[in-house]
């Protein structure tokens, strides 16, 4: 009968979990969904603001193309979509933050949190710094480099594509902060390693901006600078956050 009843008790909770996550996921869709409703009649217009990093750089005259037929429609509204998962961000975060959140301690909340909000406000910074100082300067360099007779005509779809990867590239290279934290809590390492690690962590970010970034020293610079001074932030922050050694264990280890 106990165990009958335990079987109950365990069905009953996981039946409680899926109406939660099922509840979770449909506001989370709901509220992405008049994120986008709202912003479809403004997808030409968002559109055109989108592309002025690379309009402002073209010789006067000349201006985006649409080598598909469908072009003129779906890129528009795939930059809807994507602005207003942007924009919709913190909604979808709290969503699931509030489904995990209950089954979290104390500490773990008070941790969480301030970690969830910087990973989005650090996303968004990343984005805006790619959108305000890198394209301007990468669409400078490609149009200085355009080679005699040849006319800079970029397809729509095709401008879409470059400019998200650059902004995903961006924002997830900012997140570096917040995966220091993250790995110095989970006790995976510690900021001494992190400190003593840094001569490679700089070569390796500075590989890594040459592979994600255009063939320029300019903006392989904008994104390879920046992470260091985050992976500096990183090792600040996971010093305030890292658990202590316990006193007792040291003077056991240091007896032996």
Known sequence: MAADAEHD??????IEHLVELRSRLLRAIVGLGIALVALLPFANRLYGWFAQPLLDKLPEGAQLIAVE????????LKLAFFAAVMVTMPWLLYQAWAFVAPGLYRREKKLALPLLV???????????????????TVFGFLTAVTPDGVEMMTDINAYLNF????????????????????LALLGWVT??????????AVVGMFVLAAIITPPDVVSQLMLAIPMCLLYEA?????RMVAPKPDPDTADTADDA
Do not use: H, K, T
């Open 9 to 14: 008790d365990g069905g009953s909770s996981l």
């Open 69 to 76: 037929v469908a072009s003129p429609f779906f890129a528009p």
């Open 163 to 182: 400019v998200l990867v650059i902004f995903l590239a961006f924002g997830i290279s900012f997140e570096l902060p917040v995966a220091l934290v993250i």
């Open 234 to 238: 990183g090792i600040i922050a996971a």
């Open 118 to 136: 910087s990973a989005v406000g650090l996303f968004y910074a990343g984005c805006a710094f790619a959108f305000f100082l890198v394209l301007p």
């Open 191 to 200: 900021p001494a390693q992190l400190s003593e690690w840094r001569g490679y």
